[in-house]
């Protein structure tokens, strides 16, 4: 079985329950035969590389990708900017390609699809 797991919280930046979930049905979807992957974001400032794929992590018995999101700010941060800054934030996340081209190249080089 293949799993992949996509959440914009993980690991060390986890702050609530949703990203408990995820931890634990990666953990649980991980056995003999299995691979687990798991997507997550990170702040642009723990990537040396923007345009690069991003760099595996193996905890737990599986992989961890964290991508920078291209957009303006991180998530975690937003909440310290005003309202125009965060419908601006949204917007750009909206109609961004760039994460979903990043997820597409990890899905191709962990052989998720089948």
Known sequence: ???LYVHNLFGKHAVGGAERVVFEEA???CGPGHHVVVVTSAPLKEHL???ALPQVQKENGFH???LWMGNICWYKNLSKHSIAFRMLWHC???INPYPVIQIA???RKE???H
Do not use: D, L, T
């Open 105 to 107: 190249r990890i899905i």
């Open 27 to 29: 953990k649980k979807s």
């Open 92 to 94: 750009i996340g909206a």
């Open 111 to 113: 052989n998720i699809s």
């Open 49 to 51: 590389r923007w345009w």
């Open 64 to 66: 961890i990708y964290q």
């Open 1 to 3: 079985m293949n799993a």
